[in-house]
């Protein structure tokens, strides 16, 4: 996992300055009701796992640079519970309760 952090990471980077997402991670491929497995189509999983995965680590880095941004800037009050680290529905709906 080491040696593809390097190309990941300036892979995601790229993705973040130009504002685009690479069309090679965008396709996945879903096939139902296989009676015989090939080669071919083991590999066309292994992409659309690959793929996935890609895309869920884009996901978690956005969400990351986003909630630094916002903390750094003040953009999150007290009152936002859905952000934050240990905030949820739950602590918003006890603070509600609390208060009235």
């Not at 916002?70 to 609390?98: C, M, P, V, Y």
């Amino acid at each position: 996992m080491n040696e593809l952090t390097p190309p990941l990471v300036s892979s995601f980077n790229k993705s973040f300055e130009e504002g685009k997402f690479p069309s090679g991670m965008k396709c996945q491929k879903s096939i139902q009701n296989i009676k015989v497995v090939t080669k071919q189509y083991l590999l066309t999983i292994g992409q659309s796992r690959s793929s996935q995965l890609s895309q869920k680590y884009v996901k978690k880095i956005v969400l990351k640079r986003l909630l630094n941004h916002f903390s750094q800037h003040n953009l999150l009050t007290d009152k936002q519970h859905g952000f934050q680290t240990g905030k949820s529905a739950t602590t918003a709906i006890i603070k509600l309760i609390e208060t009235v």
